[in-house]
């Protein structure tokens, strides 16, 4: 079995450059990551309020102000709304995504007892929901199924897999049920995803356990809310969150961390720890 290394992982969503709550908001984000001992930043989609080229310049400036390296998958706010270019959103949709932040759609990050995938859930002929394509589930499959046994696996997509009764009536991607079998299969113990602007990390039974799977699967869903728009939902209207994720060899460890106008910093909010079922 690998060894598995102490990780640190920031996870980050909905940045939506274009609807910034505060200026300082995003400086405090960005001085706190870059303080804290980070292997990867992890940005799971809605980098933009509108898929504009300043708000993209903007967000991609964002990027680069981290010290360590990032994953980021596009959201649905990242493809051309249909009344600026109808041909461009439907054939194109991540264009400008590939263009200004990066032409990977299927990222990827490696480390020893550590594995990491973006799905691009995005695309032009859906409006919000999102949609799982099948050559970009093949891809994650090949990757998690090259992974050593023991390996800490991560998906990271913008849009939501399962419907979360604590979340109400939401959104889920077209193609989520495949999908959530396939990152079963897969053995995925951690979803990172936003969408929604409300923080919420839930442990999830995705396959119930059977005679032929005794064991079946679950695994964490971490919904991060908005890390720095103004437009928070629900219990987080007009309130930022980003999460901390320590992989430890047997448990890992997820802290929600809440904007503080006051202090003009991020405070832990909740922190919420697993254990691993491989650990
Ligand atoms: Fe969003
Ligand atoms: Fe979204």
């Given amino acids: 079995m690998t060894p598995s290394p102490r990780y640190r992982l920031a996870h980050l969503s909905d940045v939506h450059f274009g609807k910034i709550a505060h200026p300082e908001v995003v400086e405090a984000l960005v001085e706190e990551v870059n303080a804290a001992e980070t292997d990867l930043v992890v940005v799971s989609g809605d980098l933009t309020q509108r898929a504009r080229t300043h708000q993209f310049k903007a967000a991609k400036a964002m990027l680069d102000a981290f010290e360590s390296p990032t994953l ?20 194109q949709s991540s264009s400008r995504f590939a263009r200004f932040i990066t032409d990977d759609l299927t990222p990827t990050f490696t480390r020893p007892g550590l594995a990491v995938f973006g799905l691009n859930s995005a695309h032009g002929l859906t409006i919000k929901g999102g949609k799982i394509r ?24 913008h849009h939501h897999l399962l419907r979360l009764q604590a979340l109400g009536d939401h959104d889920i991607a077209r193609g989520a049920k495949h999908a959530l079998r396939a990152a079963g299969a897969s053995g995925v113990d951690l979803i990172l995803c936003g969408h929604l602007h409300t923080s919420h990390v839930e442990h999830a039974e995705i396959v119930p356990p059977s005679e032929a799977d005794p064991a079946g699967h679950s695994l964490v869903i971490a919904s991060a809310g908005t890390a720095t728009s103004s437009r928070g939902r629900g219990q987080d209207r007009e309130v930022n ?10 448990r890992f460890i997820i802290e929600e961390r809440r904007f503080e106008r006051e202090e003009h910093a991020f405070a832990e909010a909740r922190t919420t720890a697993f254990h691993r079922a491989d650990g």
């Fill in 72 to 91: 980021v998958v596009p959201g649905n706010h990242d493809v051309r709304a249909w009344w600026h270019n109808p041909i461009e959103r439907v054939f």
């Fill in 134 to 157: 099948p050559r970009h589930l093949e891809a994650m499959q090949d990757f998690f199924g090259a992974q050593p046994a023991g390996t800490f696996r991560v998906l990271v997509l």
């Fill in 241 to 250: 969150f980003y999460n901390w994720i320590t992989v430890e060899a047997e």
